[in-house]
């Protein structure tokens, strides 16, 4: 992988991607951010050498390098799954190529189910911690000890000063912003009524198909990382709808102003 990293990350360079401070992550309901962007480069996903392409309709699939509050970005417009068959190592290699081209913190944005039923659709939750329900882990392959540490420890993926200034924001801005475990999925399919109550039992206040592999990656390099999830739909296992993904994704976009709010005012103190 050390090769492949290089090259991708010298092609950035040679594309202008120089230096920047901060990585970012949008996930469904982030989009717009770009819109507060002075963009400098941008660069399709399928251009890079050993990217992954991108293949969900929804997602652009673009690198972009510019100015947020005077910080230098890169924004990662669309992220990959591992239910688009990806391997974990895949989805993870753009934080690498991030962490390689020396960003120091990590951003994630990410729409998820409320298992917390103290928790509102349109609500948006700052990930304290989280589980991994992928089945595998992003950091077992042969050559893993050469990029970091194997063991990487896990004690505290989310950065506690970062997630303090972000309740700070959140009540500054008059924002309803929960804190809770993030439980991250293989997906493509909903969970039954069984799963939502397994995953209420086992802890976690949030379910979702992204997040957890690049955080663990990103903590495999000593990044800073926080995130936050958009709640998008109630996960209660006495009083399931079906649920229908054009919903899930006009309700990710109902929170996108908070959203906003908060990523900018956090970049706006690193
Ligand atoms: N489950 C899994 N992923 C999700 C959900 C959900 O209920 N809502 C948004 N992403």
Request: proline share 4%; net charge negative.
């Amino acid at each position: 992988m050390i090769n492949e990293i290089k090259k991708a990350t010298k092609y950035l360079v040679e594309k202008g991607f120089e230096s920047p401070e901060i990585g970012i992550i949008l996930g469904t309901g982030l989009g717009q951010l770009l819109d507060h962007v002075k963009i400098i480069k941008e660069v399709s996903y399928n251009h890079i050498p050993y990217f992954p392409t991108a293949t969900v309709e929804f997602h652009k699939g673009k690198l972009i390098y510019g100015i947020l509050e005077g910080k230098k970005v890169i924004v990662m417009q669309g992220r990959f799954h591992l239910y688009e068959g990806y391997t974990l190592q895949d989805v993870t290699f753009p934080v690498r190529i991030m962490n390689a081209l020396g960003i120091n913190t990590l951003l994630v944005s990410n729409a998820a189910g409320a298992i917390n039923l103290n928790f509102k659709k349109g609500e948006l939750m700052l990930i304290d911690d989280h589980i991994n329900l992928q089945g595998s882990s992003p950091l077992a392959f042969k050559g893993v000890s050469q990029l970091g540490e194997r063991f990487a420890d896990m004690s505290a993926p989310y950065n506690l000063e970062l997630n303090e200034k972000f309740s700070e924001i959140a009540d500054k801005h008059g924002i309803s912003l929960h804190k809770g475990v993030y439980a991250s999925v293989v997906g493509p399919q909903l969970e039954t009524r069984a799963e939502y109550r397994m995953l209420n039992i086992i802890g976690a206040d949030a379910v979702g198909m992204s997040t957890v592999p690049e955080v663990i990656v990103a903590n495999h390099l000593n990044l800073r990382v926080a995130a936050v999830s958009v709640l998008t739909d109630e996960c209660d296992p006495n009083n399931l709808k079906p649920v229908n993904i054009d919903e899930i994704i006009a309700m990710a976009m109902k929170a996108e102003p908070e959203m906003i709010t908060l990523f900018k005012e956090l970049i706006k103190t690193l």
